[in-house]
């Protein structure tokens, strides 16, 4: 087969109307012994379980100066996405190398079709709360 005629292909699939246009917005604000964390890096994506098929990146931000945040992204799939909400940080960490990656799956009801109608809020979360062992993140 062609390659060129492949790539085509491929690419009139992508645009086609069955790849449904999808995404998900998030909020929240996070906090490290009570005062803002800023600069933490938050990660939006939807996973991907097929074999060979990378999760795509939705969105990507950092925490401002005062620990708030928004991230809000959009793909185009044929089944429904499934986002989630990677935060990586260094609270309470020292000098350990990497940071710890917290993960929060976004519901199907915050699921938009290119305008966010609904924003996902998580809160405020306190980053130097560990109730297991954390998850860690060299790169990011």
């Known amino acids: 087969m062609n390659p060129g005629f492949l790539l085509i292909f491929v690419q009139f ?21 009570g005062k803002p964390w800023r600069n933490a890096k938050l990660k939006l994506y939807d996973l991907d379980r097929n074999p060979g098929d ?29 986002p989630v909400l990677y935060v990586y940080h260094d609270c309470d960490d020292g000098i350990r190398p990497c940071q710890k990656k917290l993960t929060f ?17 998580v809160g405020i979360l306190n ?11 060299c790169n990011h």
Not at 105 to 121: E, L, M, N
Not at 127 to 137: A, D, G, V, Y
């Open 13 to 33: 699939l992508a645009e086609s109307s069955a790849f449904r246009l999808q995404g998900a917005a998030v909020r929240g604000a996070l906090r490290c012994h």
């Open 54 to 82: 990378e999760d795509d990146l939705l969105d990507e931000k950092y925490s401002d100066k005062e620990g708030w945040f928004q991230v809000d992204g959009t793909t185009r799939e044929l089944s429904d996405i499934e």
């Open 105 to 121: 799956v976004i519901p199907k009801s915050y699921i938009h079709h290119g305008k966010a109608t609904r924003v996902y809020d």
């Open 127 to 137: 980053l130097e709360k560990n109730e297991t062992i954390p998850e860690r993140s």
